[in-house]
């Protein structure tokens, strides 16, 4: 594809099949098709019958061609010369103009060969694309001079009468170079998704019958084990099955902070351990892996297309015939009222060249490359360009507790021991009888108490009151205070009492710990204009607790998945525009109700599913800078239709009306589509 009206072209051809739904983004040079039960055959055939050529996607590539980078080296050392002979006249001779001829002639023929090409393959189908406009304009200029050097003195134009050999090298070294700057832009524009891509992992050391053998990453496959030495990339997703350290994520989700895994912790591909040997079993390779279902959430939604790149699309498909009827105006219009056949000539030659298309088709997709780019490396991914739309509009972020402004991690908050029991032996006794439960609240206990030789048997779980064992030959139970036969503390976090042979032992608060970047994220998002309400599963004082540390004035408690829904539709009803954020099973139909549905990366795969907004890292902090990242790339992208629509609008006219000549008009065109390409550029520096 060349331009914006190719890949219109393209889209309407693959669109007209049945069944089929495309989108195709002249910036990546990629077609997105939905085509159930359609050959992927006919679908290549219908790009070729449409005169372009198609091919199935195996890795990102934007290449700068040779070819173009030669061709327009070549282009300008000829067309130098021929701007200078024909500008300064001091530096003419006679027979000048034969030399400029014989310079200008092989940059027409073979340094615009691409548009003229171009133009003669959409004409055979019976279209017109911006190469049309520039292989016109650009013949018509060599071909008036060519006249007018053979045969002027015979058809009464003189030897006065301006030669546009200047005008038709220039233009074309002007178009080539832009269009070589905007490949090259646009690689960059890219290079973040290609970057991701090219994180994994490439060889890995297998433990294969207790030997340790070096295989390609490529090779392995689930149920594999491999060992992960400090400083290597770990080569798939996986758990540890033994060994601790501390893994460096940054490159999925942005954070410098290396995380602590140990036996039983999931492990991303990509990621590097930074400590201690990890021994990890494989479960999910190549196109599973979490680094490539990724680089697949970026990828889509860098092909996708906004409303307002839409409404530039509609207008570029019928903007070329347009501009063409626009230049014939120009020509007839300057000869009726101004009789010069030189002055005809020039404004509808300027009109031609100055109307270019790119700037209207690059406007979105340049902006997404970027933007979700950026995204990528910040442990933002953004589904697509309505995400964007829908940020601009949300008033109000409603925040699940569990797991989003909290850790999810249950800790020990305060200990209670009964007049007479040592806080040891109160927690000696808990984490004895807890140790055979799979509770977070017993885990948490655990976790806390330093490790005894208690001797523990006939472990027992009591469903919704708590847990009893035989710990150093006495019953010891841990659970709610009323099974217990404890009185129970006052307090917002979870109490867990405890009991010997009958006797109260004390009790124990557990708490989900708050993330450190809850209340800084709250403070962010008012900043946006967004009002934080909290809701919770969990009890009214738990949720209360968490919603005055963060600064969260409503919130509501023991609100069920089905309640969580009803919540953001109550809201969507009365008016208000939502975001969810959230990270669990119980989350998914609220995130998918909402108008932006945020999920925290640690969370489930169908939190992940139901959103348009993935946070990897799931620090809430991170939201609000997806937030304002989404609505900085759909400001960008609002600023490049802008320019490129007022380009157009005020540039024909000033070419029609013979203010603007070819020379300035070809530069202008190009520097259009580079000015485009280079403000979605700025988006790299997002912080």
């Known amino acids: 594809m060349t331009c914006a009206s190719c890949a219109n ?15 195709v983004n002249y910036a990546t040079e990629k077609a997105q098709v939905r085509a159930p039960g359609v050959d992927t055959a006919l679908l290549i055939a219908t790009v070729e019958a449409a005169g372009y050529t198609a091919e199935l996607p195996v890795a990102d590539r934007t290449p700068v061609p040779d070819g173009l980078r030669r061709r327009l080296i070549i282009s300008a050392s000829l067309a130098v010369p021929v701007v200078l002979l024909s500008m300064i006249p001091s530096l003419q001779f006679p027979g000048w103009q034969w030399v400029t001829l014989a310079l200008t002639t092989p940059v027409v023929v073979w340094g615009a060969w691409p548009f003229h090409r171009a133009a003669a393959l959409n004409l055979r189908h019976g279209a017109a694309t911006m190469d049309t406009l520039v292989s016109v304009g650009v013949l018509a200029a060599y071909l008036w001079s ?6 002027g003195g015979s058809v009464g134009m003189g030897a006065g009468t301006h030669l546009y050999f200047e005008v038709a090298a220039a233009v074309t070294v002007f178009i080539l170079g832009g269009r070589y700057i905007e490949t090259r832009a646009k690689k960059q524009s890219g290079a973040a998704l290609a970057a991701l891509l090219e994180l994994g992992a490439k060889n890995a050391t297998l433990l294969r019958n207790g030997v340790e053998v070096g295989v390609p990453a490529a090779s392995l496959v689930p149920g594999d ?3 992960v030495r400090p400083g290597e990339k770990i080569a ?7 060994g601790s350290s501390a893994v460096d994520q940054s490159m999925l989700t942005g954070e410098s902070v290396p995380v602590e895994v140990t036996v039983g912790d999931r492990v991303v591909g990509a990621t590097v351990n930074a400590s201690g040997v990890l021994t990890v079993e494989v479960t999910r390779v190549g196109a599973d892996t979490e680094l490539a279902r990724l680089g697949r959430l970026v990828e889509a939604a860098q092909g996708g297309k906004a409303e307002a790149q839409r409404l530039a699309d509609r207008i570029s498909a019928i903007f070329v015939p347009v501009v063409i009827g626009l230049a014939l105006v120009a020509f007839v219009g300057w000869l009726l009222f101004d009789g010069s056949l030189e002055a005809a000539f020039t404004a509808g030659v300027a009109t031609l060249i100055i109307a270019c298309p790119c700037a209207l088709g690059l406007a979105t997709p340049t902006a ?7 995204g990528s490396q910040l442990g933002i991914i953004i589904r697509g360009p309505e995400v964007l739309e829908q ?8 925040l699940d507790k569990t797991g989003t402004v909290t850790s999810g991690r249950m800790s020990v908050a305060a200990v209670h021991p009964s007049p007479g029991v040592s806080e040891r032996e109160l927690l000696i006794a808990a984490a004895a009888v807890e140790r055979g439960s799979e509770h ?16 523990v048997s006939g472990f027992r779980a009591h469903p919704g009151h ?16 009323e099974w217990v036969g404890i009185e129970a503390v006052d307090s917002a976090a979870t109490i867990v009492a405890v009991s010997r042979d009958g006797l109260p032992l004390g009790s124990i608060e557990v708490r989900d710990t708050l993330k450190p970047t809850s209340a800084q994220a709250v403070t962010a998002f008012r900043a946006l204009g967004l009002r934080p309400v909290l809701l919770s599963g969990d009890n009214d004082g738990a949720t209360s607790a968490v919603a005055a540390e963060v600064g969260i004035a409503e919130f509501h408690a023991a609100v069920t998945p089905q309640g969580k829904l009803e919540l953001i539709q109550g809201l969507q009803a009365a008016g208000h525009v939502v975001a969810m954020v959230g990270d669990g099973v119980n989350d998914a139909a609220a995130l998918a109700a909402a108008d932006l549905g945020i999920a925290m990366g640690g969370g489930t795969d169908a939190a992940i599913a139901a959103s348009d907004i993935t946070v990897v890292s799931g620090d809430l902090l991170v939201v609000a800078d997806a937030v304002r990242l989404s609505r900085r790339t759909l400001g960008v992208i609002r600023g490049n239709l802008f320019w490129a629509f007022a380009y157009n609008v005020a540039a024909i006219p000033l070419a029609m009306l013979g203010l603007l000549g070819p020379l300035v008009a070809g530069a202008a065109m190009a520097l259009s589509s580079v000015f485009v390409v280079t403000n979605s550029l700025r988006l790299r520096r997002f912080r």
């Not at 072209?9 to 989108?23: C, M, P, Q």
């Not at 009893?468 to 841990?478: N, Y």
């Open 9 to 23: 072209r393209i889209e309407r051809k693959l669109n007209r099949l049945d069944g089929v739904t495309a989108t």
């Open 146 to 151: 060519l006249y007018g050097v053979t045969f």
């Open 225 to 227: 084990v491999i060992i």
């Open 236 to 242: 798939a997703d996986g758990l540890v099955v033994d």
């Open 368 to 374: 997404l490359l970027v933007g979700t780019g950026r």
């Open 391 to 398: 940020t601009r509009v949300v008033d109000t972020i409603v």
């Open 440 to 455: 977070p609240v017993g885990r948490a206990i655990v976790a806390h108490t330093a490790a005894s030789v208690a001797v």
């Open 466 to 481: 708590g847990v009893e064992a035989t710990v150093d030959g006495s019953i010891v139970r841990a659970g709610r205070p």
